[in-house]
């Protein structure tokens, strides 16, 4: 059987590495890797990381391209791989424009598809934008779901898809998370620059956000809650700033120049799952790190109206607080100064898996 795994994304890369190396580990599959780069740098940073090297690069990440223009050249790229390598099975993961596209052109070819994280769900076209609608055109064209969870499971037979093609699976995030923690190197220049911030005696907030649905005033009120929370003395922040420019001016505009708040680049997988694990907090918008952060330990804000995580906010691991000035800091400082609160928190058991997602979607392609 012939399986093509393609993917073009960082959070992409980092939850479909797990799949690939254990699909690499059996000789019962031909498999190979095509990565569209729809990201370029932060998907090779994570290549490199993993060790895994694409068979076919589309190389298609391309400065302020709109979503139409690389949703074309996805579909004309990846009709040249299918047609030379004829895979019985594409693989493809989440709710990107690779990820439905990838799924349009395999269906448009008679190929079938496999859907990892499949079934996430807000029901709301807009947010996430354009992800919600990513996710369920892969659906609908998915012939095997691969749910991280039985919610997810639950909103696919709730759209009629058959229960046996449906496999509750857990995350791969948690795989490569567990891995990755174990072989990062301490001496990489990234960290010890962090290193040198870094006040040990002081509580470590971390902080990401990049959602266009909080992109504009939302953002500015975001800003404005991590300000104040950085005014207090037991408090750092290392905030490494997306790239995307609507979110570089609100933070450099609201944050640059505090005492207690680092801003750094984005960083590569590796230093990022290193600074999760010496933070204290986290405020995110960003599902990856909601889905990890548990598995470390580390509590979750998570900086949305909406969520397509409702397990975790149900299992108490994170806590979606919005992107309102007065709600974001209420409940920072609830965990910054209640500890049964803040150990409460800790202590719920992580809903997105143990880090065995990637054996089980393996042994589920092998049954087919
Ligand atoms: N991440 C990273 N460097 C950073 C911020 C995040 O490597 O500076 C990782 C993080 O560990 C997680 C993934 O990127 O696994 C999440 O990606 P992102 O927030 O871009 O997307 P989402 O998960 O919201 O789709």
Same mark, same amino acid.
């Given at each position: 059987?012939?399986?093509?795994?393609?993917?073009?994304?960082?959070?992409?890369?980092?939850?479909?590495? @797990?799949?690939? +190396?254990?699909?690499?580990?059996?000789?019962?599959?031909?498999?190979?890797?095509?990565?569209?780069?729809?990201?370029?740098?932060?998907?090779?940073?994570?290549?490199?990381?993993?060790?895994?090297?694409?068979?076919?690069?589309?190389?298609?990440?391309?400065?302020?391209?709109?979503?139409?223009?690389?949703? /074309?050249?996805?579909?004309?790229?990846?009709?040249?791989?299918?047609? &030379?390598?004829? @895979?019985?099975?594409?693989?493809?993961?989440?709710?990107?424009?690779?990820? /439905?596209?990838?799924?349009?052109?395999?269906?448009?070819?008679?190929?079938?598809?496999?859907?990892?994280?499949?079934?996430?769900?807000?029901?709301?076209?807009?947010?996430?934008?354009?992800?919600?609608?990513?996710?369920?055109?892969?659906?609908?064209?998915?012939?095997?779901?691969?749910? @991280?969870?039985?919610?997810?499971?639950?909103?696919?037979?709730?759209? +009629?898809?058959?229960?046996?093609?449906?496999?509750?699976?857990?995350?791969?995030?948690?795989?490569?998370?567990?891995?990755?923690?174990?072989?990062?190197?301490?001496?990489? &220049?990234?960290?010890?620059?962090?290193?040198?911030?870094?006040?040990?005696?002081?509580?470590?907030?971390?902080?990401?956000?990049?959602?266009?649905?909080?992109?504009?005033?939302?953002?500015?009120?975001?800003?404005?809650?991590?300000?104040?929370?950085?005014?207090?003395?037991?408090?750092?922040?290392?905030?490494?700033?997306?790239?995307?420019?609507?979110?570089? +001016?609100?933070?450099?505009?609201?944050?640059?120049?505090?005492?207690?708040?680092?801003?750094?680049? @984005?960083?590569?997988?590796?230093?990022?799952?290193?600074?999760?694990?010496?933070?204290?907090?986290?405020?995110?918008? /960003?599902?990856?790190?909601?889905?990890?952060?548990?598995?470390?330990?580390?509590?979750?804000?998570?900086?949305?109206?909406?969520?397509?995580?409702?397990?975790?906010?149900?299992?108490?691991?994170?806590?979606?607080?919005?992107?309102?000035?007065?709600?974001?800091? +209420?409940?920072?400082?609830?965990?910054?100064?209640?500890?049964?609160?803040?150990?409460?928190?800790?202590?719920?058991?992580?809903?997105?898996?143990?880090?065995?997602?990637?054996?089980?979607?393996?042994?589920?392609?092998?049954?087919?």
């Amino acid at each position: 059987k012939k399986i093509l795994v393609v993917f073009g994304t960082r959070p992409e890369a980092i939850k479909m590495a @797990p799949l690939v +190396k254990e699909l690499q580990k059996t000789n019962e599959f031909n498999t190979k890797v095509c990565v569209t780069a729809q990201h370029r740098e932060m998907l090779d940073q994570v290549l490199s990381f993993f060790k895994i090297t694409p068979d076919y690069d589309l190389d298609l990440m391309k400065a302020n391209q709109s979503l139409n223009e690389l949703s /074309s050249r996805i579909l004309t790229a990846i009709d040249l791989v299918l047609s &030379e390598f004829q @895979p019985n099975l594409v693989l493809v993961h989440g709710d990107t424009s690779t990820s /439905s596209m990838v799924a349009l052109a395999a269906f448009h070819k008679g190929i079938k598809v496999g859907h990892v994280e499949a079934g996430l769900r807000t029901y709301n076209k807009f947010a996430p934008f354009p992800e919600e609608i990513n996710r369920q055109i892969t659906g609908r064209i998915a012939d095997i779901h691969f749910a @991280p969870t039985q919610q997810s499971a639950q909103n696919l037979l709730n759209e +009629k898809v058959n229960e046996q093609d449906i496999h509750v699976t857990g995350n791969t995030v948690i795989d490569a998370l567990l891995w990755g923690i174990k072989h990062v190197n301490e001496d990489r &220049e990234d960290i010890n620059e962090i290193k040198q911030f870094v006040d040990t005696s002081k509580k470590i907030i971390v902080v990401t956000g990049h959602r266009r649905e909080n992109f504009g005033n939302k953002f500015y009120e975001f800003c404005n809650a991590l300000k104040q929370l950085a005014d207090r003395d037991d408090v750092q922040i290392i905030y490494p700033v997306h790239l995307n420019p609507n979110v570089q +001016k609100a933070v450099y505009d609201t944050l640059g120049n505090h005492k207690n708040i680092l801003l750094i680049a @984005p960083l590569d997988y590796e230093a990022f799952i290193w600074l999760l694990n010496q933070s204290y907090l986290i405020i995110t918008d /960003s599902g990856g790190v909601q889905e990890e952060a548990p598995s470390l330990k580390k509590p979750v804000l998570v900086t949305r109206e909406v969520t397509e995580r409702q397990e975790a906010v149900l299992e108490g691991t994170v806590k979606l607080v919005g992107t309102n000035q007065e709600k974001i800091i +209420k409940e920072a400082v609830v965990l910054l100064d209640n500890m049964n609160a803040y150990n409460t928190m800790i202590g719920n058991i992580n809903p997105y898996g143990d880090g065995t997602a990637a054996v089980q979607i393996v042994n589920a392609l092998k049954s087919i």
